[in-house]
Structure formats: structure tokens, C-alpha cells
């Protein structure tokens, strides 16, 4: 057993005063003189001891005293028997009511946060089932029996595949895929600005513009309008940014500018490089945006690099990397083993201690207020 607040153990001095009450409420004998008495030998006055009247009502009042002493020390209970129940978990999505069938005594789970009773309304989906697949294994006990049903492409994955700490009977059960927006349509466009100081510039972007979605380059934009939120602005002029291209830069916008600018005390970092090694493309963030420029003129006769084959894929890499995987094969991802094992929860002993000084405290209003009590007194 351990205690949580320790130091509510100095309550117990409060031990003390059913103790002193009952030492000062003893029965006085008051003393009667005999005649007949008068001429016997005075003999030494035996010692008197300590007695305590009643001791049934001050065994009580210090248990009720040592038990409120105990439960502001908030005690927990360790080495309890762990349920170990079989646990079903269904991700959200699925039909929790067909898979279950005539099991009404196990139980059976939603895999979402709280890890709701399968009977109560199917959370939304999707989840992030992986993340949830470990919080669920450290909240089981050690040895509790665990399966999962999850659809069939699987979404909700994160960066690695999941470890738990026990072995999980894994059940994909088919199920359509969820529908996702075309990828080309979550390509980035250019949306270029300024005025070019070489009209070949503006040609490469073209050609990047169609390599990456074939469409055509957007229409220049104006100095006083900012790209669109999530795409790209490109800034043709050897001028400094306009004002309102500076706000959408610090509010979290991307800004290439396609010629290379003087020496500004500013510390960029390489974003990409040439066949070669040397850098083709540096970056720096601003605010909370980012900004990229181009070493060399962008133009093929200046920077050779601009005729690499896969130089619009490489590109496109730095300006939109792609995003995470979100679905897979569900038999792939099985959860492994390996992880630390859960601790086991402790039992809190608060409530037993409050049923227990209920029932002291009855017993105690009972032994005080008893008719032999008042008649003795």
C-alpha cells in the first residue's frame, strides 16, 4: 500500500483528544466520613491509576479518528488481481452491431478516444487508429486477451508501424475506401508576380507549371494582391517584396524568387542541388511562411541545371513535399510486439474508507446515545 499525501497522516494527533475527553469525564467518588473510622492507623493512600470509563465508545471514536486521518492520506492498494477479460476493439466505420452478433457479455469497444461501449453511437471516422491502438495496450492490465477489427484498406496510420505489448488477434474486414481528392488537384500552382527582368523565366515556369499539373502558368498577379492561400507565389522582379506579399509570407505563405538576390546578412540554407553538388535552390523561413531563391538567373544557358530531366519532379519535392501515406493494406500493418509491458493501475482504497467511517460513525452516534449510558451517568 502506498499513500499519496503522506503528510495527511498527522492527523493522527487528533488521537488525543477522545483520549483527554474521557480522562476528564471519569466518574468522581467523592469521599464519606465514619465516625467508627476515626481512630484507625493512617496508612499511606494507595497510587491511583489511570482508568478509562466506557472503553467500548473510546475504541470507536479512535478508530473513526485513524480512519479519517487514513483516507486524507489517500491510499492506493497495489499487487490487486487485474481483470483480464477478453477486450474487442472495432474502429469507427465499420458495423460494430453485425461483427458482435450474439456476444452480449463481452466486452466490446469502440477504438476511439475514451474507448467508448460499442452499444452507444459509432464515433466519427476516421480515427487515428494507430495512435490509439497503444494508448488502448498501456491502459489494459498485463494478459488481457485483445481484438482488433479494422477495415480493409486501413486509414488512420502514422509514422511507423504500431508495437504493443501483447499479441493482438488482428481481423481486417473489407471495407470501401474512403474518397480522396485527385492528387493532381492538390498540386500547387505558381502564381507568379512582379515584372520579370528576363521574359525567359517567366518560359521556365511555364514549362514547370505544365510538367507538374498541364496547365498553363496562371496570370500575374498584381503587387497589391497576394497568392492564394496553399499555393505558391513566385516573384519575377529584382524589387523587394511589396507589403502585402511581406504579410502573406509571415502568415505562413511560400515565396520563390527567381533571381538571385545580393548579399542580405540573412543565414539560407540549401534546399536542393545540381547532378553536381552545388546548390540550385536555398531557403530561409520568415515569420512563419518560407522563403526560396534561385543562385543563378533562371535561365537555361545560365543554369544548366534547369535541363535535368527530373528537376521538375525535384522541385516539386522541396515546394509541396508529399504528404504521409494514409492508407494501407490492413494484414501489413498488424501491430508487433516488443513494447514495455503496461504497469499495473492500483486500487483506490478512498471509497472503502468512506463506507467504513459511515458505519464507525453509526456505531459510534450509537454507543453514545445508548439508554444504559444515560442511566449510568
Not at 474487442?88 to 476511439?112: K, Y
Not at 506579399?245 to 542580405?264: E, H, I, R, S
Request: aromatic residues 6%; charged residues 15%.
Amino acid at each position: 500500500m502506498t499513500l499519496l499525501f503522506p503528510l495527511g497522516l498527522l492527523a493522527l494527533a487528533a488521537l488525543l483528544v477522545p483520549l483527554l475527553i474521557h480522562l476528564a469525564r471519569r466518574h468522581q467518588y467523592a469521599p464519606l466520613s465514619f465516625a467508627a473510622l476515626r481512630w484507625l492507623r493512617a496508612k499511606a493512600r494507595p497510587h491511583q491509576r489511570i482508568r478509562f470509563d466506557e472503553w467500548p465508545l473510546l475504541l470507536v471514536r479512535l478508530l473513526l479518528l485513524a480512519a479519517l486521518a487514513l483516507l486524507l492520506a489517500h491510499p492506493l492498494l497495489h499487487g490487486t488481481a487485474a481483470d483480464t477479460r477478453p477486450v474487442t476493439a472495432v474502429a469507427p466505420g465499420l458495423d460494430g452491431a453485425a461483427l458482435r452478433g450474439t456476444d452480449t457479455a463481452g466486452d466490446w469497444r469502440w477504438l476511439a478516444p475514451g474507448f467508448p461501449p460499442l452499444h452507444t453511437t459509432a464515433p466519427a471516422a476516421p480515427q487515428p487508429l494507430a495512435s490509439l491502438l497503444r494508448e488502448l495496450d498501456q491502459q489494459l492490465p498485463a494478459g488481457t486477451p485483445l481484438t482488433v477489427y479494422v477495415p480493409d484498406p486501413l486509414p488512420g496510420l502514422d509514422a511507423q508501424r504500431p508495437r504493443l505489448s501483447r499479441s493482438v488477434r488482428w481481423q481486417p474486414v473489407p471495407a470501401p475506401a474512403a474518397r480522396t481528392d485527385d492528387a493532381r488537384a492538390r498540386l500547387p500552382t505558381l502564381q507568379p508576380g512582379g515584372q520579370p527582368a528576363d521574359a525567359g523565366s517567366v518560359q521556365v515556369l511555364e514549362a514547370l507549371q505544365r510538367a507538374w499539373t498541364g496547365q498553363a502558368l496562371a496570370a500575374q498577379r498584381a503587387a497589391d494582391s497576394a497568392p492564394d492561400a496553399g499555393q505558391i507565389g513566385v516573384w519575377l522582379s529584382p524589387a523587394a517584396l511589396p507589403a502585402r506579399w511581406q504579410a502573406w509570407l509571415q502568415q505562413g505563405g511560400t515565396v520563390l524568387l527567381t533571381t538571385p538576390g545580393a548579399a542580405d546578412g540573412a543565414r539560407w540554407s540549401t534546399a536542393l542541388r545540381d547532378v553536381d553538388g552545388q546548390p540550385l535552390l536555398e531557403q530561409r523561413a520568415v515569420g512563419q511562411g518560407r522563403l526560396l531563391r534561385f543562385t543563378a538567373a533562371l535561365s537555361p544557358s545560365v543554369t544548366p541545371a534547369l535541363r535535368e530531366a527530373d528537376l521538375p519532379r525535384r522541385l516539386l519535392s522541396v515546394l509541396a513535399p508529399p504528404a504521409a501515406p494514409q492508407l494501407a493494406i490492413a494484414a501489413t500493418q498488424a501491430p508487433l510486439t516488443g513494447a514495455l509491458a503496461p504497469r499495473a493501475a492500483p486500487r483506490d482504497l478512498a471509497p472503502w474508507l468512506l463506507v467504513l467511517i459511515v458505519l464507525l460513525f453509526a456505531l459510534e452516534r450509537a454507543l453514545a446515545t445508548a439508554p444504559r449510558r444515560e442511566g449510568g451517568a
